[in-house]
Nanobody, 123 residues
Framework: QVQLVESGGELVQVGDSLRLSCAAS???????LGWWRQAPGKEREFVGG????????YYADSVKGRFTISRDNAKNTVFLQMNTLKPDDTAVYYC?????????????????WGQGTQVTVSS
């Protein structure tokens, strides 16, 4: 069983940067890890993901070039570096883990989910 806890969400201004972290209680070195977000009144959407080794990373078009996912397997932690934030990035951000770390799922088939952290971008 894996438990995920996100942190780092806060209120920021347009153009600011923010780094989210997601710490796992169990070993996730062989899991694929993803970041998702859900804005008020909208469905949860894929933001980006990384395979177990970091050799594969995928991002939603809306964040490509601005967001970067990285992981530290020794610390069972995954990060989401968010730059040039926009009001449309306002959402609750969730991290997720999938037991098959060989690829990066872009659908919501992940096995484990965190509780989310709120990111608000003010204009």
């Amino acid at each position: 069983q894996v438990q995920l806890v996100e942190s780092g969400g806060e209120l920021v201004q347009v153009g600011d940067s923010l780094r989210l972290s997601c710490a796992a209680s169990g070993r996730i070195s062989e899991h694929a890890l993803g970041w998702w977000r859900q804005a008020p009144g909208k469905e949860r959407e894929f933001v980006g993901g990384i395979n177990w080794s970091g050799s594969m990373r995928y991002y939603a078009d809306s964040v490509k070039g601005r967001f970067t996912i990285s992981r530290d397997n020794a610390k069972n932690t995954v990060f989401l570096q968010m730059n040039t934030l926009k009001p449309d990035d306002t959402a609750v951000y969730y991290c997720a883990a999938d037991a098959d770390g060989s690829w990066v799922p872009t659908t919501s088939q992940y096995d484990y989910w965190g509780q989310g952290t709120q990111v608000t971008v003010s204009s």
